[in-house]
């Protein structure tokens, strides 16, 4: 499984990349939208872990370019942001078992991971 | 008509509060996210050292800094938060025109992130001081800065700059190399503006707006 996570919190998605590491997950990180965008151009992904609100472009606009480049690839949200409005948009975007509240307990993420593997998830 | 600071209060005060808090609640949440995974992370490590593998002293040293670190940022998210939710205690006192600014950037640090929009802040030499409810002022300065910033392309660099114009008033000058809306008019902040007894005055290129204290 090679995953790619993206947050603008730097210190937060290259933890979380180590720690998916020790359990055999091959993660890669960006710290901007702009990065992961070229990241993709040059390897592939299976799954995009992507933060709701970054400075740029949010996580929504970014999958929408994501998806342009890698049609196959699929995506989990992860956010800060309790709001109803944002919840219900994320969910809207990819299936309400695959959008994550900070802070993400690690077996949880996991486990969606492999449930985005076998199901899909929402497109 | 004129509005008392009460009637202000009620009709914006909550809009501007909760925009704030949720602004400052996610910071504080990514925070607590940051320090999760560390000592997610430090956990990981123990486990390892138990199955027999050598503990690495210089990165647990590493994971400590960084936990610090978040620690110091959400304590000053907190006190900054702290001092708005008391800027309300008191409907007049002399406030510290360039405390107010930095707080106000602070409180909407993410908010303006966001926008990848850059704001500087360039303090007078002296300290200016205006009269008047500190949450007035804080909102004041943030309806302007959000007014400015509506339509600004990203990577722009706004300056907020304090200091005493010919006529010896006290002022606040937002400047940025582009142009920004030529519609300038505030309900909410003509209300704050009269509470100061200030004005706003948008220059020819629009690139600059002054807002002058008479108070």
Not at chain 1, 41 to 65: C, H, T, W
Not at chain 2, 112 to 136: E, Q, W
């Amino acid at each position: 499984m090679h995953i790619l996570l993206v947050d603008d919190e730097k210190e937060l998605v290259s933890t979380l990349a180590e720690r998916l590491g020790y359990r055999g997950i091959d993660a890669h990180w960006a710290a901007t939208p702009n990065d992961a965008i070229s990241m993709l151009s040059n390897q592939r992904y299976d799954i995009a872990v992507l933060d709701v609100q970054m400075p740029d472009m949010n996580g929504f606009e970014l999958k929408e370019q994501m998806e342009v480049i890698c049609p196959e690839l699929k995506f989990i949200f992860m956010t800060g942001h309790g709001s109803e409005e944002c919840y219900y948009e994320g969910c809207s975007h990819t299936g309400e078992a695959f959008y994550l509240v900070k802070p993400v307990e690690i077996d949880s993420l996991i486990e969606k991971l492999n449930k985005v593997m076998l199901d899909g998830g929402k497109r | 008509m004129k509005h008392t600071a009460q009637e202000i209060i009620a009709q914006y005060g909550p809009a501007y509060f909760g925009r704030m808090g949720a602004s400052i609640s996610h910071d504080i949440k990514n925070c607590l996210a940051i320090m999760n995974e560390n000592a997610g992370l430090m956990s990981d490590h123990l486990m390892m050292a138990q199955k027999g593998v050598p503990p690495d002293i210089d990165r647990f040293s590493g994971i400590v800094q960084r936990i610090e670190k978040q620690i110091t940022r959400a304590d000053d998210i907190v006190k900054s938060f702290n001092k708005f939710s008391h800027s309300m205690d008191k409907p007049e006192q002399q406030l510290d025109l360039d405390e107010a600014v930095g707080l106000a950037l602070n409180l909407g640090a993410r908010i303006i992130a966001n926008k990848s929009i850059t704001v500087t802040h360039t303090r007078a030499a002296d300290k200016l001081y205006v009269n008047g409810s500190f949450f007035f002022l804080l909102f004041l300065i943030w309806s302007i800065l959000e007014k400015i910033t509506e339509n600004l392309a990203s990577g722009t660099v706004l300056n907020i700059s304090s200091m005493e114009d010919e006529n010896k008033q006290v002022c606040l000058s937002f400047q940025c190399e582009q142009p920004f809306a030529s519609d300038f008019g505030l309900q909410s902040s003509d209300q704050a503006l009269d509470l100061f007894q200030a004005k706003i005055v948008l220059d020819d290129q629009h690139n600059r707006v002054d807002l002058i204290f008479g108070n």
